[in-house]
């Protein structure tokens, strides 16, 4: 492979690289992908949600054919649940609006996935090269033309699409970021399970190839920023929890005991009962979102997905915006072709074209979440246990009289340490003068509705 | 409860003959590190602070290329690189 050229190399065959390297065959664009993993999927681990509207964008009704994606089950039903440490409250949306075709979402199996959106790709005239990790980038007058892999090999193009994930070398090596910090990334570790079809069936109350999700909060995460999530697929349960680094960092919680106890709780225990584990597995999530994203192209450069913390965590959303992005930066690649320049100038419209889409608006919309749940603790420590508390007083019968109980409650919840220091944190000045100002500025929008129609 | 060790013995390993992590500055673990942070936070238990030698074991060969190495040292004395092409951990499901 020594010194071949290349209009593009792409580094990653994850859902980023391997969307690129389709859009970029279809175009007739001379570019290879890159993939360190023995097979492609082998590095990889999702919880795993696929939404269908991204990839359908790319591999038209990939669901049928004679060809279809590896899927495990269409989901039905969404389940949040907190938890305290013996309690659970749940809320759930389950529809059968979901049922019909397109799905709005699968399950997968992220290694089964991965493999036969390669051999898709390939089978469109993509090039994926296995086995080989990318050590550094070529730079030439300040110009990325290459990369090196761990054997020596070099190799050129006009332009590298770093889609290489969450521990991206590319865009260090490029020098657009440094190191993550632990706030900016969560590590999550997963266990797959095995159980029969039918009692997964029975057990989650789904028909035939229906799905359900849960994510969970509260006591399983001991405190820290995270949840946990149990998705059901064929004939298997992905169980996984993640928190942010620095939190594992802070407390000392071990990753694979935080796992073990969840498995423990009164509440997920039935639901797991009778399974085999057949794969303990751990990957970062980049969680730093809009905040945290590095600059998104450089001469004869570009960066999408995980590589450049796009993931949306609140929503569970990741692949699906890796595929996007996969997309939109072989786009930008197809024209920078055409007009035969790959400079930061021409690439540009990348950045452009992410804020059309989807993409920038979701980041920006969630990118101070994070930090403000972490600014209230308590959200995280108290209040499951408080809210759970309310919740067994409010079902539960014990002689006292329905008004007698609410004001029970009610006193309790406010009386509460972690309520107070909620409610006082929430009645600043700052926060007062926001809801007045949202208040007049809803109002004058309403009149001004009303007056258009 | 299941041991990380009995969870890392679902997964399938290509070790490379040479080890894709190193600490560059033992002392640092010894003299300056009091919580160990890395011994806690690896999932796969790579670092392993050994008393009788006074310094940490990296068991490499467990790596499960999370890559958590690269921010968990709070004196960045973990230097973890990806394993050479189509060595280390390969997932069956992920
Ligand atoms: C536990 C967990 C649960 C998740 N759940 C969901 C979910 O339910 N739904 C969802 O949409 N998203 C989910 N995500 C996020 C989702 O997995 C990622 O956002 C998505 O995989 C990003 O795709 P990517 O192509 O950018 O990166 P990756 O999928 O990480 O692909 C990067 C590829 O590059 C390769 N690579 C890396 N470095 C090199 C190198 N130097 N040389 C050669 N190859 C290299 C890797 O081996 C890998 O194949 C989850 C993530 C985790 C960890
Ligand atoms: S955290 Fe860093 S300094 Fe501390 S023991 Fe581990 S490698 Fe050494």
């Known amino acids: 492979m020594a010194e071949e050229k290349f209009d593009a190399i792409i580094v990653g065959a994850g859902p980023a690289g391997v969307s690129a390297a389709i859009v970029l065959a279809k175009a007739g664009i001379n570019a290879v992908v890159l993939e360190r993993g023995e097979y492609p999927g082998a590095k990889n681990v999702q919880g795993g949600i696929l939404y269908t509207k991204m990839l359908d964008e790319i591999i038209p009704e990939f669901w049928k054919g004679t060809d279809p994606a590896p899927l495990e089950r269409y989901i039905t039903e969404q389940k949040i649940m907190l938890l305290s440490k013996d309690s659970a409250i749940h809320i759930g949306y389950k529809s059968d609006k979901w049922k019909g075709e397109p799905h709005n ?12 959106y390669a051999k898709k790709a390939e089978s469109l005239g993509a090039q994926i090269y296995t086995g080989v990790t990318v050590r550094s980038l070529i730079k030439q007058n300040g110009k990325i033309c290459g990369v090196k892999t761990s054997e020596g090999d070099e190799l050129l193009a006009d332009v590298v699409i770093a889609c290489d994930g969450v521990n991206s070398i590319l865009a260090q090596s490029a020098g657009l970021i440094d190191e993550w910090r632990p706030e900016e990334v969560a590590l999550a570790v997963k266990e797959t399970l095995e159980l029969e079809k039918e009692k997964i069936e ?20 001991e405190g820290m920023l995270g949840y946990g999530f149990l998705y059901t697929n ?16 802070k407390t000392g919680i071990t990753p694979y005991d935080l796992l073990e106890n969840m498995k423990q709780h009164p509440i997920l225990k039935p639901l797991i009962r009778g399974t085999k ?62 007009k035969g320049d790959f400079s930061s100038r021409a690439l540009s419209s990348y950045q452009k074209k992410l804020r059309q889409s989807f993409i920038m608006p979701d980041l920006f919309d969630h990118k101070d979440l994070e930090e403000e749940i972490e600014s209230r603790p308590e959200l995280l420590t108290d209040l499951p246990e408080i809210v759970s508390q309310a919740a067994y007083e409010y079902f539960n019968v014990d002689g006292r009289s329905k008004r007698e109980v609410q004001s029970a409650i009610l006193k309790r919840v406010f009386r509460h340490r972690a309520v107070r220091n909620l409610i006082k944190s929430e009645l600043t000045f700052k926060n007062v003068m926001g809801l007045f100002k949202g208040a007049v500025k809803g109002a004058f929008k309403f009149k001004s509705l009303a007056k258009g129609n | 409860m299941a041991s990380v060790e009995e969870k890392l013995g679902t997964l399938n390993f290509k070790n490379d003959h040479q080890s894709h992590i190193a600490i560059p500055d033992p002392k640092i673990c010894l003299t300056q590190c009091k919580d160990k942070p890395c011994t806690k936070v690896c999932p796969a238990k790579v670092y392993d602070w050994v008393e009788s030698q006074k310094k940490i074991v990296i068991g490499y060969e467990n790596c499960i290329e999370c890559g958590a190495a690269r921010m968990i040292c709070p004196f960045n004395n973990i230097k973890w690189e990806p394993p050479r092409g189509g060595f280390g951990v390969s997932y069956k499901y992920g």
């Open chain 1, 105 to 116: 979402c699968y399950s997968i199996v992220r290694v089964h996935f991965d493999r036969w």
């Open chain 1, 202 to 221: 029975e057990r989650f109350c789904l028909d035939g190839n229906e799905g359900t999700t849960f994510e969970m909060f509260g006591k399983i995460t």
């Open chain 1, 234 to 249: 064929k004939e298997t349960l992905s169980l996984g929890v993640g928190c942010k680094v620095s939190h594992f960092q």
């Open chain 1, 277 to 338: 584990t057949v794969e303990y597995s751990g990957h970062l999530i980049p969680e730093g979102g809009y905040n945290s994203m590095p600059p998104l192209y450089a001469d004869g450069f570009l960066v999408a997905g995980d590589a450049a913390q796009m993931v949306n965590p609140s929503h569970r959303e990741g692949s699906n915006l890796a595929m996007t992005a996969g997309k939109l930066a072989a786009e930008t690649v197809v024209e920078a072709k055409n």
